[in-house]
């Protein structure tokens, strides 16, 4: 059974009036639409303002003309300010809000040629949104002579049209590719993470907390985001970094609020400070867990309010900036510690992704070294290239548990750079790769703890290694311990040896051997199995 076909429309007091202009005085957007064969309206709902009653009514009369079967209704409405978006969307949400739609028995169609700019702009708000179901109905001229004119029906639905979605999604595929520097990452959690970076970029200018250990590429995704931002016109201003880490006290309130001369010993001149810098653009604090108290204090006022003071000014300024902030300190506990600010944190913990180290992400270490090495090539000025035999050698033992990657890829990046400089004409062999591999590890020993032990993970930071956002489901009581089995079972070589590990002191206090099984099931509670944990051994 056909629906029938509702138009909403305003009444144009310039085009719609008889004889308005001498190029519009046969053609009348409302009339028009009743004038086509193919475009069968049942109902016209005219929207007519106070002061053109009379108008309202004599284009009523003229659509029963051209079309009788069409029923007209008739609306009152008051636009006191027509060029204001307020005032105007307010008005036409209110008439939505009361209409009676209903779309299993009427289809709507909403008329944009008539009303002013503003009205249209909102009708099409309104539409967009859904708070009107309809699709546009756009009426025009074909020439000076047409009486009738054209008309065409645009439906907002782009679930409807494969190609525009596709174009959406091609779109958004650049996006992903722009904020993963053109690498193709393998990690699943690690694409994941990105692609839910890349919708935030999108849609909000709140606060992003990226955290993660130290080179996992915190400073370059905020340098990509903001160039991302500025390529799309979603920001204008400058991108402005602060190494939070680098800066204790008054040199701190210096370079983030700036100050005014005589402000301190040594202030001899004015000084404007990084936040008002970056006033229209970005502002990225690394490592922001190092700020002290009044920073933190000032730092919120900064990014809830807009404003700050500098140091020792009388008056206010303001600076409006999108906040990145970096950290590979456990926040959350700090704030539990008393070591920072627990609004603070809650203001800038509304968007935060965990960046994973390159232990994490083994699968990843080939499509980065491939990147590195052609960063390489376009510095040197020549191609360089690994053999596939060499570069077998260097997945293998960059992918091993020997392989520590404490400066993740730091580390990876100044060894593809050390590779591609001592090799003969850009070719490395198996025996660069070897004496790089010497290389790495001398790196690692020198960094590792005077006791000689290779540095840990945290706990958090193992359970994540596996969980992902499932960690932030378990109850704090939990996480040692899963922790603690996780790391014994990637130590092990079977889970027999595991459980044997594990179990040894109750093991001997029971008939039962079976203690792969009971390993089995601890690991099940959490949704884990064995695979899974040592995967990334």
Known sequence: MRKNTVVIGLAGPVLDARGARDRWQKWRPTVSIGQHQDLLVDRLELLVQDKFRALGDELAADFRQV???????????????????????EELLDFARHYP????????????????????????????????????????????????????????DLSRYDRLAERFSAVRREGLHFLKSGIETRSADYN?????????????????????????????????IYDWKKQNRRISGAFVELNCATLRGTAAMSALFGHRKGAYTGASDNRRGLMASADGGLLFLDEVGELGADEQAMLLRAVEEKRFYPLGADTECR???????????????????????????????????????????????EPNLDYELERSSEKLGRLVRMNREAKNAYLRAAASPDALWSGNFRDLAASAVRMSVL????????????????????????????????????????????????????????V??????????????????????????????????????????????????????????
Request: with cysteine.
């Open 192 to 224: 994941r993470t990105i692609e839910q970076i890349a919708r935030v970029c999108e849609r909000s200018d709140d606060p992003i907390l990226l955290t993660g250990p130290s080179g996992v590429g915190k400073t370059r995704l905020a340098r990509l």
């Open 423 to 478: 090799s003969e004409s850009g070719r490395i062999t198996e025996s660069d790769v070897e004496e790089e591999l010497v290389r790495l590890r001398k790196c690692w020993e020198a960094e590792a703890p005077a006791s000689g032990k290779c540095p840990e993970e945290s706990d958090e930071a193992v359970v994540r290694s596996v969980l992902g956002d499932g960690f932030d489901t378990l109850d704090l009581f939990d």
């Open 101 to 156: 739609f209903d779309t299993d028995k009427e289809d709507y169609l909403v008329h944009i040629t008539t009303g002013t700019h503003v009205m249209q702009i909102c009708l099409f708000l309104l539409v967009e949104s859904r708070i009107i179901p309809a699709k546009i109905l756009q009426t025009g001229l074909r020439n000076k002579t047409d009486t009738v004119g054209s008309y065409s029906i645009i439906d907002l």
């Open 480 to 537: 040692p311990q899963l922790a603690g089995v996780i790391r014994v079972c990637r130590r092990s070589k079977t889970a027999s040896e595991a459980g044997r590990t594990l179990f040894a002191e109750s093991m001997k206090r029971r008939k039962s051997t079976n203690d792969a099984d009971r390993l089995r099931k601890y690991l099940a509670g959490f949704g884990l199995d064995w695979k899974r944990v040592t995967a990334e051994r």
């Open 67 to 89: 079309s009788p079967e069409t029923t007209i209704r008739i609306h009152q409405t008051v636009f006191a300010k027509p060029w204001d978006f307020e005032s105007i969307y």
């Open 319 to 365: 600076s409006d900036f999108q906040l990145i902030c970096g950290t590979n300190r456990d926040l959350a506990a700090m704030v539990r510690e008393g070591r920072f600010r627990g609004d603070l944190f809650a203001r800038i913990n509304l968007w935060t992704f965990r960046l994973s180290g390159l232990r994490e992400r083994p699968e990843d270490i």
